[in-house]
């Protein structure tokens, strides 16, 4: 499942980054909720570190302490976009580089 969350930093620039299943992955480990929780109720708490572990995944240099991170934040919000995956899903024997 992928989710658009827009953040607005305190300096005024807006950035939009989209949760990938590694970031979502990282955010139910730290917050010991699933995705399905995040669907029916989120707090502020877990917007800000599923944005924060987008942003790591995407490979954007944040702060080692996501409060530090946070602190730089004037908005985050989650838009509604799902993005369904765009092919099927390879095999664990398949690769990239491999015939079909």
Known sequence: MRVTLTI????GEVVPVRTTPLAWMR?????GKSASD????HSVTDLL???YESL???GITV???PEQWAATVDDVGAGS???P????VPSADSSPSSPS
């Open 8 to 11: 607005t930093y305190v300096s």
């Open 27 to 31: 955010w139910e480990k730290r917050t």
């Open 38 to 41: 995040l669907a029916t109720a």
């Open 49 to 51: 570190l599923l944005a």
């Open 56 to 58: 790591r995944v995407a």
């Open 63 to 65: 702060p080692a302490d």
């Open 81 to 83: 976009e799902i993005v």
């Open 85 to 88: 995956p765009t092919g099927p």
